[in-house]
């Protein structure tokens, strides 16, 4: 499925032109998009050595989910220079609505690399927590780039959207494709997982939840590299990985994250809820720095019993979502 899933309404008169295989060219006017800005999961993530830069070294296999935040992007015609040309607001009191945010990031970048010269307000609709490993202001910053290259009418092509998402951070250019992915490198390396493994994912059923607290992403990667002991070299990772494809294993038997040494030790409550998940007979992780976990179930099994579980042990402040991997 599409995870973008764009809904364009026609207010003005400014001309896309999109070309299908086989089909002539058609237009359409368009001056508002608005785009699912969808979660992730890692599913498999072996972070496996500290680089020279300071960053890390990692081989995970993300997915998309089809829940996520909402981006609508509405043109607000063409400021003069130095007047704001991009604005954004936000139903999420928490989030920072000024140049610090990666939607805004992501349209002055764009701007820049194309020389658009248009303004754009946008409207965020916040559904995924903060601080939980799932992805949210980097899918936000792609979503903005999509939506804003919509509105100028198609002025960048793939290769330069990846180059402007890769600027922006490593998890960017993965929420540019539309299906599971194998991310390298410090996550730049991006390449869409083999058909027939992603076939096996897409559709699943997954529970995501996330405790009242959150994981700063930074201190994870810094208290596991203190710890020293959590690596995963990049051999034995890729072995697990290319077992895993080539076998008609469960999916449950892919879940890895050498990241949660780091996060239990300071935050037990994680670890202890995943042991009872998966007395529950789910299988369950962290997913990327936490503090969000998943629990990965099939279609017919007992959602009611887990859920319960969860705020059993987390309370009432929970964040709790049913969701499918796209």
């Given at each position: 499925m599409n995870t973008i899933r764009p809904e364009m309404k026609a207010k003005a008169r400014r001309q896309i032109k999109v070309y299908l295989p086989g089909m002539a060219a058609s237009s359409w006017s368009v001056a508002s998009v608005t785009l699912l800005s969808p979660a992730k999961i890692n599913l498999f993530l072996?972070?496996?050595?500290?680089?020279?830069?300071?960053?890390?070294?990692?081989?995970?296999?993300?997915?998309?989910?089809?829940?996520?935040?909402?981006?609508?992007?509405?043109?607000?015609?063409?400021?003069?220079?130095?007047?704001?040309?991009?604005?954004?607001?936000?139903?999420d009191p928490a989030v920072p609505v000024d140049g610090t945010n990666l939607v805004l990031k992501a349209a002055a970048s764009y701007a820049a690399a194309t020389g658009w010269k248009g303004g754009v307000h946008f409207r965020l609709t916040k559904r995924i927590p903060l601080g939980a490993g799932l992805g949210g202001g980097s899918s936000n910053a792609v979503a903005a780039l999509r939506a804003v290259d919509r509105l100028a009418g198609g002025r960048a092509d793939a290769a330069q959207l990846e180059a402007l998402a890769a600027g922006l951070g490593s998890d960017c250019p993965l929420f540019l494709q539309n299906g599971p992915v194998i991310l390298r490198g410090r996550g730049e390396r991006v390449e869409p997982l083999p058909e027939a493994s992603a076939r096996r994912l897409r559709g699943q059923s997954v529970l995501l939840c996330k405790?009242?607290?959150?994981?700063?992403?930074?201190?994870?990667?810094?208290?596991?590299?203190?710890?020293?002991?959590?690596?995963?070299?990049?051999?034995?990772?890729?072995?697990?990985?290319?077992?895993?494809?080539?076998?008609?294993?469960?999916?449950?038997?892919?879940?890895?994250?050498?990241?949660?040494?780091?996060?239990?030790?300071?935050?037990?409550a994680l670890s202890l809820l995943l042991q009872k998940i998966g007395a529950l007979g789910f299988a369950a992780r962290m997913s990327g720095s936490g503090s969000a976990c998943f629990a990965w179930s099939g279609e017919n099994q007992d959602k009611a019993t887990v859920a319960a579980t969860i705020r059993e042990a987390w309370g009432s402040g929970v964040f709790l979502q049913k969701t499918h991997i796209c």
């Open positions: 072996a972070v496996t050595g500290r680089r020279a830069d300071g960053f890390h070294d990692l081989v995970s296999v993300v997915a998309p989910l089809e829940f996520g935040d909402e981006l609508t992007a509405e043109e607000s015609g063409s400021p003069k220079a130095g007047s704001g040309a991009f604005t954004l607001e936000c139903d405790p009242s607290f959150a994981v700063s992403t930074a201190w994870a990667y810094a208290r596991m590299a203190a710890r020293g002991t959590d690596y995963l070299p990049a051999a034995e990772a890729e072995r697990r990985l290319a077992q895993w494809q080539a076998q008609p294993a469960l999916v449950g038997d892919l879940l890895f994250n050498n990241m949660e040494p780091a996060a239990f030790e300071k935050y037990p």
